[in-house]
């Protein structure tokens, strides 16, 4: 990955609408390009499906073409449902204890230590919605993710979204950290929060 600094802020994370008002950008398709394996760029309209590992791109007015994340290097879109641009790598990660594949992250902040993030949609059940009473009970979708941390030697670690593992991973100024958090009276498992973070570590 490239030395910038990037940060992303996703203004609607973890919002949980009912499954008929709720847009998602993974079901959508956004102006971008992607880089293949190879090297060739390759622009039009993309969609992305993180739980296939997939990118849709339309190219020469109504021919689709799909590349797995074995295919991919990089993309980028602009999400016309969050208005702000967003990168993507397909990044080897071990699937298995001797196995690894490439599969799509999402960068959140990229420095000394990296900030990704992959998502999926998941489905919620009220039980004490009325319909719950009166029939089936109502569901809702909403996003969920998941946060890894990455190093400029490529250690990647998932992150469980518990505060103390946070400190363990940014342990090399932990105490400055967990004064940060404090102080701001931030969140350690909301991706504002979690960002804001990760940009203050990289500046100690």
């Known amino acids: ?3 910038k600094k990037l940060i992303v802020l996703i203004v609607c ?5 009912p499954s008929w008002a709720q847009e998602f950008s993974s079901r959508t398709f956004h102006k ?6 190879s090297q060739d760029t390759v622009r039009g309209d993309l969609k992305y499906d993180m739980e296939s590992n997939a990118v849709q ?3 020469e007015k109504e021919r689709v073409n799909t590349y797995s994340s074995k295919k991919i290097l990089y993309f980028e879109i602009y999400d016309s449902i969050l208005k702000a641009y967003r990168q993507f790598y397909a990044i080897p990660y071990q699937v298995e204890s001797n196995y690894k594949v ?8 990229e420095g000394k230590i990296s900030l990704l993030v992959r998502e999926k949609i998941v489905i919620t059940t009220d039980p004490y919605s009325q319909a719950y009473f009166n029939g089936p009970s109502a569901t809702s979708e909403r996003l969920s993710f998941t946060y890894y941390f990455v190093d400029t030697e490529g250690k990647m670690v998932m992150y469980n979204g518990k505060k103390n593992h ?3 991973i940014l342990d090399k100024n932990s105490a400055k950290v967990k004064e940060y958090v404090k102080s701001n009276k931030l ?4 991706m504002r929060d979690i960002v ?4 203050f570590y990289n500046s100690l």
Do not use: H, Q
């Open 187 to 190: 969140k350690t498992d909301e």
């Open 32 to 37: 971008g390009w992607l880089v293949t394996d």
């Open 196 to 199: 804001r973070i990760t940009a």
């Open 57 to 59: 791109i339309i190219v």
């Open 166 to 168: 946070l400190f363990e």
């Open 1 to 3: 990955m490239a030395n």
């Open 13 to 17: 994370a973890g919002l949980a609408l």
């Open 102 to 109: 490439p599969i799509l992250f999402e960068v959140l902040y």
